[in-house]
């Protein structure tokens, strides 16, 4: 099959949902209606600043099917909504696309983004004399070129390669890791991992590597919530791209199996960082709750 | 357990549990060999459709074996070749060498699609593990004398050893149905490399299925169209040449003879 081929037949494709100004108080909300939105998976989610609220505007709509002329009155509310936005890019892994609109402006769209978009729109519009108003809280994105042009914007030179990123074909990898083709599986005691954590303020952080006992993530199991609630409030949606909750922490820490079934694969992944010592790459959250429950060894694969 | 000759088959990983696991695959095992059996440091080559969703089904069953000591190094070779090694105590015990495509071969050249050939083709043995009947899928018998013969082809200076396989493909085809068979597939997927392909092939250390580089075949590429490019320049020079030593003739004869 040639790829254009392959590409056409792939089964899922990226979208990005932009909050407002005008919905970052409802930002958790939202949050959760797209979490639970069954197929779709949340990888990034980062806060942004624009310098200009209307300069940014222009961007965003510059990738949409209608000119930016017919969109100018719509948009003339955001001009007055804080200038921060909220972004949530996602894998949407069963896209129901379909052709709307009609003439120049028909175009291709996902009904399962729209009908998220839409759901968020009917909660968290402002409302007057009852009724939704247009002064949309949240926008979403119709096509991949639209997720690419996004993270352009946002600064990300490749664009969606960000996300379509595979580090490896075999192993289960977050895209944000580099490609890499050897890896060993092996048990390792847990005395033997570190972990990075984040320490300074959200503008200007550092990773530290610490003991597994010492990170907010354990102590979060060990009945002090307090400190991993500051943890994510402090980075999340700033230097912690990934979507993490506190709740979404507790339904794992009560419902996780290590390596069981449809996961046999999605090892934790680490690096050697010095001989017989591991940094975790990806499973902090698994780590400790490992720890926490007195697994000693464990397997992990260790990327080169 | 020893083999005919005597020699101990190290037999630490009952390749029955990972094959009893990949059973939904599709698949054929190149070599059967001795299976179950292998000696330490042995391998198994599998043509699959999907070597990573294959490689996924080795280490399913590999995590089994994490908690007897050993280690699993995972090799994605390329986009069509991935080594999935079982180490134990350092020292290679088992590779599962898995292609999604044909290993290259330098002496002899082999259609590419000839793999869904002997994917699609496969025979099926019968075998049981822990109780249950499954299914293990090696190469038809005319796909077996043709695997047998390109391996040949591509080895016997190297490893005389491998005169076996001509001795196996002589015996086999004695009957004409064989025969036939063989030699007609062997001609619709074959064809033999150009005689200065073959001799640079002499020069290969070693590597089943080992991929002449991109500079490699780019250096030779250049250096099979130098003669071509000069030919052309020589050939335009003498072309044009006359014409320029005729002109000024021409002009001097127009100007000072005919006038």
């Known amino acids: 099959m040639n790829s254009r081929a392959a590409e056409y037949l792939r089964k899922e494709r990226y979208d990005y949902f932009l909050v407002w100004g005008n919905g970052i108080p409802h930002k958790e909300e939202i949050l959760g209606i797209i979490r639970s939105t069954e197929s779709i998976e949340i990888l990034r989610i980062m806060d942004h600043r624009p310098r200009s609220v209307a300069r940014f505007v222009r961007k965003v709509y510059s990738y949409d099917y209608a000119p930016f002329e017919h969109l100018k009155s719509k948009t003339r509310y955001l001009l007055r909504t804080e200038p921060v936005v909220f972004l949530i890019f996602v894998c949407n892994k069963r896209p129901r696309e379909i052709y709307r609109g009609e003439g120049a402006f028909r175009h291709i769209e996902c009904e399962l983004i729209k009908s998220v978009s839409e759901e968020i729109r009917n909660r968290f519009n402002p409302r007057k004399n009852g009724k939704r108003t247009e002064e949309h809280v949240v926008h979403a994105s119709d096509n991949e070129s639209q997720v690419d042009h996004m993270l352009k914007v946002l600064g990300f030179k490749n664009g969606i390669e960000l996300l379509k990123n595979v580090p490896n074909p075999i192993l289960s990898s977050p895209y944000y890791l580099p490609k890499f083709k050897e890896f060993t599986i092996k048990r390792i005691s847990s005395l033997q991992l570190h972990c990075n954590i984040l320490r300074g303020t959200r503008e200007s952080f550092r990773k530290e590597a610490v003991e597994i006992e010492k990170t907010p993530h354990f102590a979060f199991l060990s009945g002090d919530t307090m400190f991993y609630t500051e943890y994510l409030a402090k980075f999340l949606s700033g230097p912690l791209a990934s979507d993490y909750s506190v709740q979404e922490f507790r339904a794992l820490s009560r419902d996780f199996a290590y390596l069981e079934s449809s996961y046999a694969t999605s090892y934790i992944l680490v690096r050697e960082f010095r001989p017989g010592r591991y940094i975790v790459l990806d499973g902090v959250h698994r780590v400790s709750i490992l720890k926490f429950r007195g697994v000693d060894s464990f397997p992990v694969a260790v990327i080169k | ?259």
């Open chain 2, 1 to 259: 357990m020893t083999d005919s000759n005597g020699m101990g088959f190290s037999n630490r990983l009952d390749l029955d549990r990972f094959f009893f696991h990949v059973r939904q695959q599709i698949y054929v095992i190149v070599k059967l060999g001795d299976f179950p059996d292998y000696y330490k440091g042995g391998d198994i080559d599998v043509f699959c459709y999907n070597k990573d969703e294959f490689a996924k089904q080795i280490l399913n069953v590999g995590n089994w074996y994490l908690d007897k000591g050993f280690e699993i190094r995972v090799t994605d070779e390329d986009e069509s070749h991935a080594c999935v090694d079982f180490y134990l105590d350092g020292e290679l015990e088992f590779r599962f060498d898995l292609y999604q495509s044909l290993p290259r071969y330098e002496r002899i050249r082999l259609k590419q699609h000839y793999i869904y050939s002997v994917i699609e083709n496969a025979s099926v043995l019968h075998r049981e593990f822990d109780g249950v009947q499954y299914p293990i899928y090696v190469p038809s018998a005319v796909d077996e004398l043709l695997l047998r013969y390109v391996e040949y082809i591509e080895w016997y200076e190297l490893r005389p050893d491998k005169v076996k396989h001509l001795d196996y493909i002589l015996n086999a085809v004695a009957s004409d149905s064989t025969r036939i068979g063989f030699l007609d597939k062997l001609h619709l997927y074959t064809e033999l490399p150009s005689s200065d392909f073959r001799d640079a092939s002499h020069h290969r250390i070693s590597g089943f299925g080992r991929k002449e580089s991109w500079t490699g075949r780019a250096l030779s590429k250049l250096l099979r169209r130098i003669p071509k490019v000069f030919l052309r320049r020589l050939h335009r020079v003498l072309l044009v040449l006359p014409k320029r030593l005729y002109r000024p003739l021409e002009r001097y004869y127009e100007n000072h003879v005919s006038g």
